[in-house]
């Protein structure tokens, strides 16, 4: 079964016009003078405005790697990636990373400062612009009352939501996240998931986002390309607007997860399973 998922399929003109970004046949290589190593294999997905989209795979598939090609710091050995139609071929404030490690802030900065910084360092705004997009998204993440505090004095989720508040204060065309919360404890985890879909009902930013916990892409995601280990292939996309938080230990919930589970590591049987799914939508595309 091939069946297209609604919206989503390159031969839709008019979705492939619409597409913000446009992730076409893409193999990704590393090159180490020993030897070559393929990250991922023609792995094809669209972006549109607004997408929780979320790329979900064993470890070492290449999620972070197709994260970085995607923000422009890796360029494919084949195949393209697009935004808004124009090829990625360099880093630009329109794609934000946020990374796992929290200690990306930088600790001589209070954490308004580390707001500030990529905006006056890529020379978006002027000192009092930035000041004032700073607090307005420290507001945003919960943080106002702390805008003066350096970075050491904060916990694992303050953090993460200063890394959140400076990605999203460049108001960048697409959020990109690589495993955000997985140094957190579970409780703080499923917290920062929360507020994060809080977030994205008040300012419905474009959002990729990579983890390898299958709950937490049901969570975030309204779609989540399941990813072959390595080297990635694209195995099926799902469509999960249905859950969030609430979701969580129902019945429906498991049962995708334990699908989603066959689908992703039961070598060979994936068409049995996929034949069980009753997904709304999905796409097999290897
Ligand atoms: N700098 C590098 N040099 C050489 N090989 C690399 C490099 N970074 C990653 N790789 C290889 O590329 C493949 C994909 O790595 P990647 O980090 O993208 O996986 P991942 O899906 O993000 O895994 P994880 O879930 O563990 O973070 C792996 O086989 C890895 O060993
Ligand atoms: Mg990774």
Request: charged share 25%.
């Amino acid at each position: 079964m091939n069946a297209p998922l609604q919206g989503h399929t390159v031969s839709n003109p008019i979705a492939a016009a619409q597409a913000l970004l446009s992730v076409d046949n893409v193999s990704l290589e590393y090159r180490t003078p020993q030897r070559v190593v393929r990250a991922t294999h023609q792995v094809s997905f669209e972006i549109d405005p607004a997408d929780r989209f979320v790329l979900l795979g064993p470890s070492g598939c290449g999620k972070s790697t197709l994260l970085k090609a995607a923000a422009g710091f890796i360029q494919p050995v084949e195949g393209e990636i697009r935004l808004q139609g124009q090829r990625v071929d360099a880093p630009g404030p329109d794609r934000i990373v946020v990374f796992q490690e929290f200690d990306q802030l930088p600790p001589w900065k209070t954490v308004k400062q580390n707001v500030m910084f990529p905006l006056l360092a890529s020379k978006t705004l002027k000192r009092k612009e930035a000041e004032a997009r700073a607090l307005h998204y420290l507001e945003k993440v919960g943080l106002a009352a702390f805008a003066d505090a350096y970075p050491h004095t904060l916990s694992g989720g303050m953090k993460a939501r200063v890394a959140i508040a400076r990605a999203l204060a460049m108001q960048p065309k697409i959020l990109l996240m690589d495993e955000p919360f997985a140094a957190l404890d579970a409780l703080t985890r499923r917290k920062m998931q929360e507020e994060l879909l809080l977030l994205w009902e008040e300012v419905r930013f474009t959002l990729l986002f990579v983890t390898h916990s299958i709950e937490e892409a049901l969570v975030v995601g309204n779609r989540i390309l399941l990813l072959s280990p390595h080297p990635g292939r694209v195995r099926a996309e799902v469509h999960s607007h249905q859950y969030d938080l609430h979701s969580l230990g129902g019945v429906a919930f498991q049962e995708s997860a334990r699908r989603i589970h066959r689908l992703l590591f039961d070598e060979g049987q994936s068409l049995q399973a996929e034949h069980e799914l009753d997904f709304a939508d999905i796409r097999i595309a290897y």
